[in-house]
């Protein structure tokens, strides 16, 4: 147990103690069940319920709750599947922000630096698979909560199409735009692992010969890493060479469907913490208390006109690029890598300024509001902190962004 003693202090990664479930793995091989992950141990994100473990959520306002009656929905796929649940892991408070340092039990820390994030709001899953503490971590995804965290820890992680993967037994942020998300070592972990939790076959080896692959053009899209912009046309190059077709793609509408994000998010989240947060702000931390707070400001009006506003820009665009024949789109996952822990804004190597929430959350929560599956992979031959490579399928489904993030990885 010293590695994960060692590792948990410096990381703050779990968020109940690993030691009973790791020792059953490690004392009752019998227990483990056959199946496409049999024996995996896999940690799952403080959101998600594990029966016999309370869901804590990172908060305070839940530090009483009661264990788990039973496993959500994907924890009970998993143990039928044969993994081993070893840990419940550091999530963003409430999953209500993409750095992954506010929370109950205080800032979750990036392997690769300690002193900077892991992003979040699965901060601890992306932590304990790039630390080595588990192959493969369940997390969530409301706007980038699976795919920042994967690109700044220098892991792979999928954010499913929207209803792949059941939400059943996951505490809500927002009903519309939660998804269950995978983290993993690898490629061929997370294919694995989705194949088994859908029951749908997942080959990352496939070929991607004529895949026509979009770059988007728009400036919404900026980086603002010269190092992630040069990590992106090497993963276009390893596209090409795989027989991929690259093709400049422009989104019109894309800034006006970002823009119903926190409009959609603030009122579902406002909905569900309203009675908490009359009863008992002290308990939230600062950061997630002002969110929710400035949410009540929302109308129903407001609220109306941006789901109706997503409804249409998601019929427009998916037509558009399937008009256009477009497959998949590649971008970075984010604009930045890690930044220092308890920052907000800082100064980007392009010389800007940089408000840090609204950056990490940037170029993935379009795919939230489209609801089309999107992946990140470690970018290669970048220096120092990691990156991350996304891939988003207009059509294809995981098959085509996990087959597009192999000959990415393989480079």
Same mark, same amino acid.
């Given at each position: ?10 990381? =703050?990664?779990?968020?109940?103690? &690993? ?15 056959? %199946? ?5 141990? *896999? ?9 016999? *473990? ?11 709750? &009661? ?23 550091? @999530? ?11 929370? =109950? ?9 300690? $002193? ?83 029951? !749908? ?15 988007? @053009? ?39 469907? +970002? ?5 959609? *998010?603030? =009122?579902?989240?406002?909905? @569900?913490? !309203? ?28 609220? *109306? @006109?941006? $789901?109706?506003?997503? !409804? ?27 930044? &220092?822990?308890? =920052?907000? $804004?800082?100064? #980007? ?8 929430? &609204? ?13 089309w599956p999107a992946l990140s992979v470690p970018a290669s ?22 087959? +597009?993030? #192999?000959?990415?990885?393989? %480079?």
């Amino acid at each position: 147990m010293t590695h994960v003693d060692d590792l948990e202090r410096v990381l =703050a990664a779990l968020a109940a103690d &690993p030691h009973n479930a790791i020792v059953q793995l490690l004392a009752e091989p019998g227990a483990q069940r056959p %199946g496409p992950l049999s024996g995996m141990p *896999v940690a799952v994100k403080d959101l998600i319920d594990v029966a016999g *473990v309370p869901t804590r959520c990172g908060s305070a306002v839940l530090a009483d709750a &009661p264990p788990a009656r039973e496993d959500a929905a994907v924890v009970a796929r998993l143990r039928a599947a044969g993994a081993v649940v070893v840990a419940k892991t550091h @999530t963003h408070e409430f999953a209500y922000g993409p750095t992954g340092d506010v929370a =109950a039990e205080g800032p979750c820390r990036n392997p690769h630096d300690p $002193q900077r994030i892991t992003g979040g709001s699965s901060s601890g899953s992306a932590a304990a698979v790039a630390a080595g503490l588990v192959p493969l971590a369940l997390g969530t995804d409301t706007g980038c909560s699976a795919r920042t965290p994967a690109a700044l820890c220098g892991v792979v992680g999928l954010k499913p199409a929207r209803g792949a993967l059941p939400t059943t037994g996951v505490f809500p942020l927002s009903e519309t735009l939660d998804h269950v998300g995978l983290l993993g070592i690898d490629i061929d972990t997370v294919a694995v692992a989705f194949s088994a939790l859908t029951g !749908r076959r997942i080959d990352p080896s496939a070929p991607i010969a004529d895949t026509a692959v979009g770059c988007p @053009t728009d400036s919404y899209w900026r980086v603002h890493d010269p190092e992630i912009a040069a990590a992106v046309d090497r993963a276009a190059n390893a596209l090409s060479c795989a027989g991929a077709v690259l093709r400049e793609v422009c989104l019109p509408g894309i800034d006006e469907l +970002a823009a119903t994000y926190p409009v959609i *998010v603030g =009122a579902e989240a406002h909905t @569900t913490h !309203r009675r908490w947060l009359a009863q008992r702000p002290g308990d939230y931390q600062p950061a997630t208390a002002a969110r929710l707070q400035a949410a009540a400001a929302l109308t129903t009006a407001d609220y *109306v @006109t941006a $789901q109706r506003t997503r !409804r249409r820009l998601t019929a427009e665009l998916t037509a558009r690029m399937l008009a256009e024949g477009i497959d998949v789109l590649l971008l970075a996952t984010t604009p930045l890598r890690a930044t &220092p822990i308890g =920052a907000r $804004q800082v100064d #980007a190597p392009d010389g800007t300024r940089v408000e840090v929430v &609204p950056a990490l959350l940037s170029l993935t929560l379009p795919f939230n509001l489209l609801g089309w599956p999107a992946l990140s992979v470690p970018a290669s031959d970048v220096d120092g902190l990691p990156a991350g490579i996304q891939v988003a399928a207009v059509r294809g489904g995981e098959q085509a962004v996990l087959a +597009a993030g #192999a000959r990415i990885a393989a %480079g």
